[in-house]
């Protein structure tokens, strides 16, 4: 009788540089593909990373020679049928370490189903990296930055020549037919896609990342979030071209920053809604209203911060330095709580990660995991005339703007003819909502430093 096992996909959707995919074909004579439709993950994903999602699933079965089993229900019901119905003697999976996923996976076992652990989404795993003094976890990024260079990682892992896969039965080849809103448009997914933007972003980017990763306007990033985070690509993959040039080592520090997260989140699970800092709970807050809705359609007055959240309307991402200007708007500017605009955000991107993107939020927040205190404050109109000079991110997104040329543009209420296409005025003032942030900051005596210039 053959031995077979399952390889249960889920944020690794593809077949090179899969550690568990290939424990799976050395151990079998034959596998069961599966990717398993969380009921509880589909409800909490907005539309267009379903969208993609369902691409990406396409794309994977197309690599599995059309035999990937989609089946949607209750993970421990389908793993269960699957291996009485295959009579298969184990389950290969790539750990995981978010809370979901990881208590996921424990309850699955504490019900007798053996799953096989190879390999995980990040380079080095959560929890290995850790101060050698008293080997507790880091708290702050630049030691820990070193400490995970210092421990290295594995080279990426070979694609396999032959995947031996069942034909699956009829009624489970569950595709889901998730379409994109109208008016919106994501990137390509899947595992071609992925490596096809980074041999790309090698060629275009790479080496003058350091100063073009800021510039809102042109395209200056590698685009991989989306693909690390369905594990179109393994961070390994992208780590292994690097050498010790500036701009490579800022592209290897970007992508420590998510492994980073990854960690802080491994250590403190409640920080994926609740506080890193608990003090900032007792921050004087607003409740949203119209001007939390004006923040989430783009409509604020504020140029560079209205292109960013259309951007993110429009094609479910956005670039990394607007991703700070907007959350500083959110919670310096309106006065509002972090986890209202990281929920909009899960809702909304294709590249959603809980860790990266709560904590993300945390930093900017100034309640995170970061050196620099609450005063950080990202004035909206400044970013804008530095990281988008020549106003062609906001004239790209804000129509009612186009024809402003040049820097003019982050500044309507300057311009004579600022306003003729029916852009919004400012719905705060900056320069008094930064005074506000700090008065209430002083509130509650986290930090009294001198008012720093921004």
């Known amino acids: ?103 996921r996976d424990n309850k699955i076992e504490a019900a007798g189903i053996k799953l096989v652990r190879t390999g995980s989404p990040y380079a080095v795993a959560p929890g290995r990296v850790r101060k050698p003094t008293d080997a507790t976890p880091y708290r702050v990024y630049t030691p820990f930055y070193k400490a995970w260079c210092a421990h290295g990682w594995r080279k990426p892992a070979e694609k396999p020549e032959i995947i031996n896969a069942l034909k699956p039965a009829a009624d489970d080849r569950n595709f889901p037919d998730w379409k994109l809103p109208a008016g919106t448009k994501i990137t390509p997914a899947g595992e071609r896609a992925a490596i096809e933007r980074f041999k790309y972003f090698q060629k275009n980017g790479l080496n003058e990342y350091d100063q073009a990763r800021n510039i809102a306007g042109i395209d200056g990033t590698s685009k991989m979030s989306a693909h690390l985070k369905w594990g179109e690509i393994h961070p390994r993959t992208l780590l ?32 994926e809604t609740d506080y890193y800092a608990p003090q900032f709970a ?36 956005m670039h990394n330095r607007t991703r700070m200007v907007v959350a500083s708007f959110l919670v310096k500017d309106l006065h509002l709580e972090w986890q209202l605009g990281e929920r909009f955000f899960r809702e909304h991107l294709i590249d959603y990660d809980v860790a990266s993107n709560a904590h993300g939020w945390q930093w900017t927040a100034g309640c995170g995991t970061d050196a620099s205190p609450y005063y950080r404050i990202f004035n909206p109109v400044e970013q804008g005339k530095r990281f988008d000079e020549k106003g062609d991110y906001v004239r790209k997104y804000v129509p009612e703007l186009a024809h402003i040329k040049g820097i003019e543009i982050h500044e309507p209420w300057e311009h004579p003819d600022g306003y003729s296409k029916g852009y919004v005025k400012p719905i705060v003032d900056h320069k008094i909502e930064r005074i506000e942030s700090l008065t209430r900051l002083e509130e509650i005596k986290v930090n009294k430093p001198a008012y720093p210039k921004e």
């Open 240 to 271: 292994a071209p690097l050498g010790e040039s500036k701009a490579h080592d800022v592209f290897r520090k970007e992508i420590a920053w998510r492994e980073f997260y990854a960690d802080v989140l491994f250590h403190n699970q409640h920080t």
């Open 282 to 317: 007792k921050m004087r807050y607003d409740k949203p209203g119209d001007q939390f809705k004006a923040w989430c359609e783009g409509k604020t007055g504020y140029p560079f911060v209205d292109a960013a959240m259309r951007q993110m309307l429009i094609e479910g991402w």
């Open 1 to 103: 009788m053959a031995l077979r096992s399952i390889v249960w996909f889920r944020r690794d959707l593809r077949i090179s540089d899969n550690p568990a995919l290939l424990a799976a074909l050395a151990e079998s004579d034959e596998i069961v593909p599966v990717f398993i439709l969380d009921p509880t993950l589909i409800k909490s994903a907005g539309s267009k990373r379903l969208a993609y999602l369902a691409q990406s699933l396409h794309h994977l079965d197309d690599s599995l020679d059309k035999k990937l089993n989609v089946i949607a229900g209750d993970q421990l019901t389908v793993l269960n049928d699957l291996i009485k119905r295959y009579n298969a003697s184990s389950v290969h999976i790539a750990t995981e370490y978010e809370p979901y996923g990881a208590n």
